[in-house]
């Protein structure tokens, strides 16, 4: 990956040894010190845990500035995107560098549609699974199974097949997985439906009644998938990158991936919102007394959706998803609709909670998303599973860029160790 080239230095000073180590800046101005020649050069490593201040790489693909509340893919506002573009755009446009043209955007639809049925022998998978299998250990289990059918075409180097097979089945293993859990056949997909449209269809036909996909619904569901569909070198994206330096390939790398979303401080805050926004109302609906729970000292209960690691200002994603919350609100069931009022309460109350404003802690992604889910008719328990079918693309993007960059090494951080030092080793009756 080329690097701007500049003649900036930092100089370091490690135990009285003054270094020279080179500036890299990225096309938005971003500043990194370059420090691969730090240890070899000084004996010191960077500490840094959970990575708040180390660029992993450089990536062309998704521009943040948390302190402005900017998200860009491959340079495009993410407002643009979410209100003109469609999921299947976004994802091409985040796996090929560009927005594609009519044909272009044809031809890989076409693709995509045409893989969307799975092996026959692989739906007997699905029912290895206990009912009540959480959709996410599912989906992972069931991605790194997938690989199991294309261990030819593993060997040779046809990544492209890959990534639209994993594209367009995605949507046909987190839909058949949902009718697993409630005891209903799968329902295979329909290639003349839209992406959307036709992982409602799998999710919400049965073989007995057809459903009719409504476009309101639909067209909500891919802005949500195009909000999820990269977010540049979160935990799982990360994952991904890292189990992929190692030389596995896609399907394992996207697996482990797919595990790191499920935690409930990543993609599982969409499933704990919904489940917080329930138990207060179920507690008689006291915003203002969750909040105070929250900014407790010694109470580890968290406002669920709040807060981010890079955004310091506002999510943007989360302001998008406010806004289609208001605009669906007259199509919503009453469940969503009064769990959305508690969840305007809360944030009204937060944002003015001297706690979360020196904090800097405001709604993310997940705060309005599941309740969107909810108004899909999205069980809660498939929330996170949703967040990886939007999250396919990017996962997939960071993959190939990761392989196409010549600087690429298998990722392995170091450590301070601060165990004992060393001590001999006694047989087991001389031991106190
Ligand atoms: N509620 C109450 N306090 C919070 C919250 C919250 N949601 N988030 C952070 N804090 C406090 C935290 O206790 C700490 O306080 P103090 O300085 O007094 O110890 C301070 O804010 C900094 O928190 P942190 O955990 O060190 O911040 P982080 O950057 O490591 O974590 C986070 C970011 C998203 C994990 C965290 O804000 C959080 O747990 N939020 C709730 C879970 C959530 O909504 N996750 C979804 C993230 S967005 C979707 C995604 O990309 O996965």
């Known amino acids: 990956m080329e690097t701007t080239s500049t003649s900036l230095k930092a100089h370091v000073e490690?135990?009285?040894?003054?270094?020279?180590?080179?500036?890299?800046?990225?096309?938005?101005?971003?500043?990194?010190?370059?420090?691969?020649?730090?240890?070899?050069?000084?004996?010191?490593?960077?500490?840094?845990?959970?990575?708040?201040?180390?660029?992993?790489?450089?990536?062309k693909i998704t521009f943040i500035d948390g302190e402005r509340g900017i998200l860009r893919y491959r340079g495009y506002p993410i407002e643009e995107l979410a209100s003109g573009a469609g999921?299947?755009?976004?994802?091409?446009?985040?796996?090929?560098?560009?927005?594609?043209?009519?044909?272009?955007?044809?031809?890989?639809?076409?693709?995509?549609?045409?893989?969307t049925m799975l092996h026959e022998n692989y739906r007997r998978f699905f029912d290895a699974l206990p009912m009540d299998a959480h959709p996410m250990p599912t989906c992972a289990a069931a991605i790194g199974a997938l690989s199991t059918f294309y261990q030819g075409d593993l060997a040779r180097d046809d990544v492209r097949t890959h990534v639209i097979r994993l594209i367009a089945k995605m949507p046909t293993i987190v839909a058949y997985s949902y009718k697993h859990s409630i005891g209903q056949p799968p329902v295979y997909p329909r290639n003349d439906l839209g992406y959307a449209a036709n992982f409602l269809h799998m999710m919400f036909s049965t073989p007995c009644e057809p459903y009719r996909v409504d476009s309101v619904k639909a067209r909500a569901l891919e802005r949500l998938l195009i909000l999820h569909a990269d977010h540049e070198q979160n935990c799982s994206t990360s994952t991904v990158r890292l189990v992929g330096s190692s030389n596995a390939n896609l399907y394992a790398s996207i697996a482990a991936g797919i595990s790191a979303l499920w935690g409930p401080l990543h993609g599982g805050a969409n499933q704990e919102v919904i489940e917080m926004l329930t138990r207060i109302e179920a507690e008689g609906g006291d915003a203002d007394a969750y909040v105070a729970r929250a900014r407790q000292r010694g109470d580890s209960t968290r406002l669920m959706g709040f807060g981010h690691r890079v955004y310091k200002n506002f999510d943007p994603r989360a302001v998008l998803l406010k806004h289609s919350c208001s605009e669906l609100r007259d199509t919503m069931d009453v469940r969503s609709s009064r769990l959305l009022d508690i969840a305007f309460r809360l944030e009204e109350i937060a944002l003015e909670d001297d706690y979360f404003i020196r904090r800097r802690l405001y709604p993310n992604v997940d705060f309005y998303s599941g309740i969107l889910y909810l108004m899909l008719g999205i069980p809660v328990n498939l929330f996170t599973a949703m967040f990886a079918l939007g999250r396919m693309p990017g996962w997939i993007a960071h993959w190939l860029e990761m392989k196409q960059d010549p600087s690429t090494r298998i990722g392995r951080p170091r450590q301070i160790y601060?165990?004992?030092?060393?001590?001999?080793?006694?047989?087991?009756?001389?031991?106190?």
Do not use: W
């Open 87 to 115: 999921f299947l755009e976004v994802a091409s446009l985040l796996i090929h560098g560009e927005l594609p043209n009519e044909a272009e955007f044809a031809a890989f639809e076409d693709e995509v549609r045409h893989h």
């Open 418 to 432: 601060v165990g004992p030092t060393k001590r001999p080793y006694l047989p087991r009756p001389e031991r106190s």
């Open 14 to 59: 490690v135990m009285g040894r003054i270094v020279e180590l080179p500036l890299v800046v990225g096309t938005e101005q971003e500043v990194a010190i370059d420090g691969q020649q730090l240890r070899s050069e000084t004996g010191a490593i960077l500490l840094d845990p959970g990575f708040g201040n180390t660029g992993a790489c450089m990536s």
